[in-house]
């Protein structure tokens, strides 16, 4: 091939290559969109909701859907749509919160053990493996009972629960570039070891970390609605899915479906779209996808 | 006619529309012939191969043309026929021995597995077959070697395996994609010797891939020389080497290093340009003593350098010749002060630079006097840096310049090196190898080093981007007074660059002196072995 190669287009602007992206791959189009939608909830839910979530209405309790409650009415005669739409905020703030503090540190334990090797790797290797050893539900139900009750302790459990995977990957990342060439050419720059590790080298892991979050975003959904399930972390009358549904089960039997379903539905559209995220979000943060 | 390509056409999808591979090429292969497909990266010649198996990556396809075997149309024959076909009839050793081998099991029963796919062996008989094909390519102790994993063999002694297993079915026609790249100097010629006596004892034919014309030359009846996907030349290996007819073989020709050329003769008559002189002056620069690296093995102590000592004057560049495992790569990384002797002395410019921990030598005010230049350029730029970003990390660090200046700088560098400045603010995957040498080789020298060292810096070119590069080397060191350790496995281009040469084997030197001395009278028998094993292209009677 020679040398002087026909000059190619100029390079893509960052926006360019996202809009590349979401064109090239319908599904990434879609998860985008739901994406949105749930941002959209989240910031303006209170306005957008039809009714108070917390305002209860004895005479019209336990209604099937209809034009004036679009999800129907809860025991108490509250609006489930409007309960719905007002858990989002709680939702995401906790996945949100969970996955960047399980990213950040787990990022910074995971790229120390992978670069520096020795010891520190193999002793932090070892208390991720003890914390991977638990079931990690239960582990999250033991620290959030033994913290307290509070939406805080959600989301610290939730993070003490999903770094071991971000310890890991990152590890992993790292240690297959440490002696890259450019880590090298790095060095020779006068970057010292750390600069080396923050500014070369780690950029290096984001695309596979990116699926990993997204994927996290939907696990860390699923585990906050587990916990107020069961009756640990966020309390009534807090509108909150998983606690919706907890209460909406006891009147599946007696065939009150809606009550359980729609904050069920909601849940499930949520996890469903931060798994659809990942692969689209790993393009965008990838220079070589450009071209 | 074993084999006839005729009009053959090959088209990838990709992101920029249909991308035409190979345009139209015609080829044929006689009973007993073996033809060399010789051509640079990107040429298709690999593509070419691929489609006579139909065995194409997805994306690709078969666009038009012919491909007759044996009488039968393996473009449109069904796919349990080319299942037979492959592997019986055709069949194909591949470039990297060890990722064509299952890592993880033993390469008796590898062997054994294509014994049986095609019905030559039974249960009972595989085994004994299997050592007997592994005895045919020269294996000792076969059936101790039998129940060797691929990681315990070394890369030549995979490469076997690979051939065993191309061969093990007698097939009629072996197409060889790139058989020894990646291999030892001496290894090459072991691997080449053998196939070549295999196809004569069998009768068989072949077509040997390659970039390299010298060994096309050596091993092959004809040579097609293809570029950016067409055939521009056929004949006898002689005729092409000695009489090119098309301007692009004899730009090939000109760039093969070669006995008695001097490096502007490697490149086309039409660019080259006067070569600018050198001076070294007799003060020592850098003054290696006694150098050992001992690395803590599992199985005990790995003795990688074992007390290397040499010296490179101010304004000279020496040769670091050796095969892998040598050490030579090992030593380059002590003198960069990337990794920390275990003992020894290395002066430059008076100092012991062993006394500074290669740790703390990233702040040394010294940093800048000693860069390199990394044997892979892909590797050694950071995929998600500009190439302008990559050149400017050394001078955001290491020089006080004002971000101004560090951008004229900058550019100043890729004029020096003949980087084309629209170029700057494309990232690595964009760029092509030439370039990409280019940005690594404009990285080094951006904070004025006095001395650099050369590691491999064209073992990944095609050699007509070899030549430019090496040219671009002897330019700047003329220009800009460095010296340079250049460490190579290929003793012909390092007579190119070199003034001395130092020869190295398993952590020892075993010979150093002049490059002409060391060419024409080596004094150590390996030396001697590692200037026989280097392909030996028929010499081109000059046009007058």
């Known amino acids: 091939m020679s040398d002087a190669t026909a000059p190619a287009p100029a390079r893509q602007s960052t926006l360019g290559h996202i809009g590349y992206v979401l064109r090239d791959n319908p599904v990434t189009l879609v998860a985008f969109l739901m994406f949105a939608l749930l941002i959209v909830l989240a910031f303006f839910g209170p306005m957008l909701a039809p009714y108070d979530p917390l305002a ?20 108490l005669g509250r609006d489930i749509l409007s309960r719905v739409i007002v858990a989002t905020r709680l939702d995401l703030t906790i996945s949100v919160a969970a996955v960047a503090l399980s990213f950040i ?19 932090l290797s070892r208390c991720l493996d003890t914390i991977m050893a638990f079931p990690l ?11 307290g ?135 965008m943060v990838d220079p070589r996808r450009r071209t | ?180 790249t990646g291999l030892d100097i001496t290894t090459q010629k072991a691997v080449m010797d053998l196939v070549s006596q295999l196809i004569r004892e069998r009768g068989m034919s072949a ?60 490149l086309p008559a039409e660019v080259r340009t006067p070569e600018l002189t050198h001076t070294p002056s007799p003060e020592p620069l850098l003054r290696v003593q006694d150098l050992v690296k001992t690395f803590e093995g599992k199985s005990g102590p790995v003795h990688a350098v074992k007390g ?66 990394f044997q892979d350029a892909t590797d050694s730029l950071n995929p998600r840096h500009s190439a302008e970003r990559s050149i400017e990390e050394p001078l955001r660090r290491l020089a006080k310049l004002s971000s101004r200046a560090r951008i004229d700088r900058v550019r100043e560098l890729a004029d020096l090196v003949g980087l084309p400045r629209h170029l700057l603010d494309r990232f690595p995957h964009q760029l092509s190898g030439g370039q990409k040498a280019r940005v690594g080789i404009a990285r080094a020298i951006a904070v004025n080093p006095r001395f650099l060292i050369l590691d491999e810096p064209t073992a990944a070119l095609d050699v007509s981007i070899q030549a430019v590069v090496l040219n671009l080397l002897a330019d700047l060191r003329a220009k800009l007074g460095m010296s340079y350790l250049f460490v190579s496995h290929d003793l012909h281009v390092v007579r190119l660059l070199c003034d001395r040469v130092v020869v190295m084997r398993d952590g020892e030197v075993v010979e150093a002196g002049t490059a002409e001395e060391v060419m024409e009278h080596p004094s150590h028998p390996y030396t001697a072995e590692l200037i026989a094993a280097a392909p030996r292209p028929p010499v081109r009677h000059q046009a007058a």
């Open chain 2, 207 to 266: 077509i040997v891939i390659t970039h390299d014309l010298g060994l096309a030359a050596q091993y092959c009846d004809r040579i097609a020389v293809m570029k950016d996907g067409e055939v521009v030349e056929t004949g006898r290996s002689v005729d092409v080497f000695t009489a090119p007819r098309h301007a692009y073989t004899r730009r090939l020709v000109d760039a093969t290093p070669r006995d008695g050329a001097s490096i502007r003769s490697l």
């Open chain 2, 1 to 180: 006619m074993l084999l006839s390509v005729k009009d053959l056409k090959v088209v990838f999808r990709t992101r920029r529309g249909p991308v035409e591979a190979v345009r139209g090429i015609d080829l044929h292969v006689e009973a007993g012939e073996t033809l060399g497909i010789v051509g640079e990266s990107g040429s298709g010649k690999s593509v070419t191969s691929y489609a006579l198996l139909r065995i194409l990556d997805a994306g690709g396809s078969i666009r038009a043309g012919d491909i007759v075997y044996g009488g039968i149309d393996l473009r449109h024959a069904p796919e349990r026929q080319m299942a037979d076909i492959r592997g019986r009839e055709i069949s194909m050793i591949f470039q990297n021995p060890r990722s064509a081998l299952n890592p993880i099991r033993k390469v008796g029963h590898q062997i054994e597995d294509v014994l049986r796919r095609h019905n030559r062996a039974t249960r009972g008989t595989a085994r004994a077959k299997a050592i007997e094909a592994m005895e045919a390519v020269k294996i000792r102790d076969a059936a101790k070697r039998y129940d060797a994993y691929p990681f315990e063999l070394s890369g030549g002694m995979c490469q076997r395996i690979v051939i065993a297993l191309a061969l093990a079915c007698d097939p009629r026609l072996l197409i060889a994609d790139e058989p020894t």
């Open chain 1, 149 to 283: 009750n509070t939406v805080e302790n959600i989301v610290y459990a939730t993070a003490i629960i999903n770094l071991p995977f971000y310890a890991r990957l990152v590890r992993a990342e790292v240690n297959i570039r440490r002696n890259a060439g450019f880590a090298l050419a790095a060095k020779l720059s006068g970057n010292s070891d750390a600069r080396v590790l923050a500014l070369h080298i780690f950029p290096n892991a984001l695309p596979p970390m990116m699926v990993q979050v997204s994927l996290n975003l939907g696990w860390a959904i699923l585990n906050a609605a587990g916990l107020s399930f069961i009756g640990l972390g966020v309390r009534p009358p807090t509108a909150e899915w998983g606690i919706m549904v907890a209460e909406g089960a006891n009147f599946i039997v007696s065939g009150e479906w809606w009550v359980a379903l729609f904050p069920g539905m909601a849940l499930v559209l949520a996890v469903f779209t931060f798994n659809l995220l990942g692969d689209g979000l790993r393009d």
């Open chain 1, 105 to 123: 540190a787990g990022s910074v334990l995971g790229a120390v053990a992978g670069y520096w090797g020795g010891w520190v790797d193999a002793g």
């Open chain 1, 56 to 75: 209860s209405n004895a005479s019209r309790a336990l209604e099937p859907p209809s034009w004036d409650h679009w999800f129907g009415t809860d025991n």
């Open chain 2, 308 to 373: 290397v000592s040499f010296t490179v004057h101010d304004g000279e560049t020496v040769g670091l010749v050796g095969e892998s495992g040598c050490g030579k790569s090992t030593t380059s990384s002590m003198v960069v002060r990337l990794l920390d002797p275990t003992s020894g002395h290395i002066m430059f410019a008076g100092e012991d630079l062993a006394k500074t921990p290669a740790k703390a030598f990233a702040r040394d005010p010294r940093r800048a006097s000693i860069q390199m230049v």
């Open chain 1, 137 to 147: 539900f239960v582990l999250a139900m033991g620290i959030v009972a033994a913290m």
